[in-house]
T-cell receptor, first 111, second 114 residues
């Protein structure tokens, strides 16, 4: 089976940096994804790591260490609009593109 | 439209009634997924369609749940004899198979079972 763990909530101020960690246990592993979901909205794709290392996309970066079954999402220069829930998800290649999601980390950005 | 659409956006039903939820994926996307999200929780996988292959139904919580995908496009999720614990947001996503893990989600259907 699959299981993912991430913190339930993080609070930070505008302009700060937040790191959301995700550890996973999977029977197969083909990549770690991150999705953002605003209250009442649909999840939207942020990033995907299939190989070890850091992927940078603007203010957001994602890191993966396959040997440690660990990844993180880094949110830099936090803005109020970044207040949302962030989910890590793993793809079990044996199941095609089916994703198993973590429980989500709620990020609250304060002025 | 350009994105995934779902209907209805909200559905209130009485316990024991059947409901049908509809998903229109992005045109050309061969893979379609249904997830369920309870309030404040993560996404729970329900079922996955990929092209003409047999669907992966491993996430369906009971035999009251079923889904079909007609013509490789529109999908309908049916819940029979609804229970209060079925209350949740039902999300549909589609993807262009083979392109990483970018799943495009619809706005969801909020189901409330009274």
């Amino acid at each position: 089976g699959q299981s993912l763990e991430q913190p339930s909530e993080v609070t930070a101020v505008e302009g700060a940096i937040v790191q959301i960690n995700c550890t996973y246990q999977t029977s197969g592993f083909y990549g770690l994804s991150w999705y953002q979901q605003h209250d009442g909205g649909a999840p939207t794709f942020l990033s995907y790591n299939a190989l070890d290392g850091l992927e940078e996309t603007g203010r957001f970066s994602s890191f993966l260490s396959r040997s440690d079954s660990y990844g993180y999402l880094l949110l830099q220069e936090l803005q109020m609009k970044d207040s949302a829930s962030y989910f890590c998800a793993v793809r079990d290649g044996a199941a095609g593109n089916k994703l198993t999601f973590g429980g989500g980390t709620r990020v609250l950005v304060k002025p | 439209g350009a994105g995934v659409s779902q209907s209805p956006s909200n559905k209130v039903t009485e316990k024991g009634k059947d409901v049908e939820l509809r998903c229109d994926p992005i045109s050309g996307h061969t893979a379609l997924y249904w997830y369920r999200q309870s309030l404040g929780q993560g996404l729970e996988f329900l079922i996955y369609f990929q092209g003409n292959s047999a669907p992966d139904k491993s996430g369906l919580p009971s035999d009251r749940f079923s889904a079909e995908r007609t013509g490789g496009s529109v999908s309908t999720l049916t819940i029979q004899r609804t229970q209060q614990e079925d209350s949740a947001v039902y999300l549909c996503a589609s993807t262009l198979a083979g392109v990483g893990d970018t799943q495009y989600f619809g706005p969801g259907t909020r189901l409330t079972v009274l």
